[in-house]
């Protein structure tokens, strides 16, 4: 049966996750920017929560080529996720277009004997099945995507080639656009894993505009719903999936 991965960003998402059905957390910040590292504090409360939990390493929002000073950050963020227990990183890294080899290589080194996961930078390359097998020559031990679509379910054919260009070598899981109401034809592709946020928008007041993207009256933050998680850890444990007529 596919994993059920939820991504979470707070102590409440990591409660919620863990109470309501998820089999692992992908740990970070700022999931509205596609996630940033998150601190050695709110590492240490989602090992504690005993869900198995990987923990994103992402110095900066944007695009995922980085400079020599970036790269240094990037490593000493992964020693920290791996002193504070994480078992597993989450990393992406690119240059001229395609992987960033030595980087990867160092933080596969670095990783020992615990996950990697390289995120959806994997998205932006030029070619995926290439790009599959050299993750794989890696070391990497799975690749999260949505087949190069911006949601999941709209690239459906592209992540069965993915699951047959693996071969088992590496694991594919699915993620972006993925609920309770998209995720079997996803799992009908045969992913050994999906990934969603399950997440909803909360609004309170600001006093005060507090950045760029925090101006001063009605404020929405994204927390992790666990009735989304729910209905998603059923949908995964149902044979729902397999689609009309089964």
């Excluded at 409660?15 to 596609?34: K, Q, S």
Aim: proline share 4%; net charge negative; hydrophobic share 50%.
């Amino acid at each position: 049966m596919p994993m059920l991965e939820i991504a979470v960003q707070d102590p409440e998402g990591i409660a919620v996750a863990r109470d309501h059905g998820a089999d692992r957390i992908e740990l970070c910040t700022a999931l509205a920017l596609g996630g940033l590292t998150p601190s050695r504090a709110l590492i240490d409360a989602a090992v504690a929560s005993g869900l198995p939990t990987h923990v994103l390493v992402r110095p900066r929002a944007g695009d995922f080529t980085y400079s020599s000073v970036e790269r240094a950050v990037l490593l000493a963020d992964v020693r920290v996720a791996l002193e504070a227990g994480a078992h597993g990183v989450v990393i992406g890294a690119l240059r001229e277009g395609g992987v960033d080899t030595d980087l990867v290589a160092g933080i596969r080194a670095e990783a020992a004997d615990v996950d990697v996961t390289f995120h959806r930078a994997f998205d932006v390359v030029a070619d995926r099945g290439a790009t599959l097998q050299l993750l794989a020559e890696l070391g990497v031990d799975r690749i999260l995507t949505s087949g190069g679509a911006d949601r999941a379910p709209d690239a459906c054919e592209e992540l069965a080639r993915l699951v047959a260009l693996a071969d088992g070598r590496i694991q594919v899981m699915a993620g972006s656009g993925i609920d309770a109401s998209t995720v079997w034809p996803i799992l009908a592709t045969g992913v050994d894993a999906v990934h969603a946020s399950a997440k909803r928008l909360v609004s309170e007041p600001l006093a005060v505009r507090l950045g760029g993207l925090a101006t001063a009256g009605a404020f929405s933050r994204e927390v992790t719903d666990p009735g989304q998680v729910a209905a998603l850890r059923a949908a995964v444990d149902s044979d729902t999936h397999a689609g009309p007529g089964r």
